[in-house]
């Protein structure tokens, strides 16, 4: 069980409980959340489709990977998502979520950290692919960047609000970081495995957000950082 202290002036409860002792979710919660993660986005998939196939002499032409259809994907799978961790979560009131997900506790030092650390690290990425061709349509360039921008909201209140404070619940850290790292890949297959330094910077990125989740008080800290890194890759796709 994590134990959550003082550090560098950031308070560290485990997900809002007062009990330290006592964790509010374990891994059981975190499991039987990711299975029903998985029957819900499959249907999702299965009904898109259905009402998207794809030409076979425009393949290009799918209507979920246009930027209209990508950003309601993109929005139909975190709402998916959210609501399901809530309700593993056994969420009863906005200030009972509030509490149990560190949202309600402001940024400490680690905030800057974060910001610091994953600028550096998808600048790093960004200078690996200069000169690589870009998968956005820079004319409708928008509808991708909403989608990027608001993923690290919903994404750090699913995954390091809840999935890893229950691993905490019953594993220690390295292995829930262990398991952290394996959804990440699994959760960006696409963009881990098309060039050879994704697997490595992913499993940073994940390493990252969960020490600062494991090290702060403060869900903000884990979002200011996701943020920054989305935000730099969709400013890379004009350089």
């Known amino acids: 069980m994590a134990r959550w202290a003082a550090v ?26 990711l299975g029903m993660f998985l029957v819900l986005l499959i249907l ?30 993109m929005s139909a799978q975190g709402l998916i998502c959210t609501l399901t961790a809530l309700y593993f979560a056994r969420v009863e009131s906005w200030a009972d979520f509030r509490s149990a997900f560190c949202i309600g506790n ?26 690589q061709p870009q998968d956005v349509l820079l004319p409708q360039w928008g509808f991708y960047a909403v989608a990027y921008l608001l993923a690290p909201f919903w994404e750090e209140i699913v995954f390091r609000g809840f999935i890893f404070p229950a691993f905490r619940g019953s594993y220690n850290y390295p292995r829930s970081v262990f398991l952290m790292v394996v959804l990440t890949w699994l959760t960006h297959t696409t963009q881990a495995l098309s060039v050879w330094y994704g697997l490595p910077f992913y499993a940073a990125f994940a390493v990252l957000q969960c020490w600062l989740r494991e090290r702060s008080g403060s869900l903000w800290n884990c979002i200011a950082s996701h943020f920054a890194f989305n935000a730099v890759h969709v400013a890379s796709w004009h350089w």
Do not use: H
């Open 8 to 33: 560098n002036g950031d308070e560290q409860k485990p997900q809002g409980v007062p009990n330290a002792s006592v964790p509010r979710w374990t891994a059981k919660d975190a499991w039987k959340c």
């Open 44 to 73: 999702l998939a299965l009904m898109l489709a259905a009402f998207g196939p794809v030409p076979r002499s425009k393949p290009d032409l799918r209507w979920s990977q246009r930027p209209v259809g990508f950003l309601f994907v």
């Open 106 to 131: 402001r940024p400490g030092t680690k905030f800057w950290y974060g910001i610091g650390i994953a600028l550096t690290l998808q600048a790093c990425v960004s200078l690996l692919s200069w000169g």
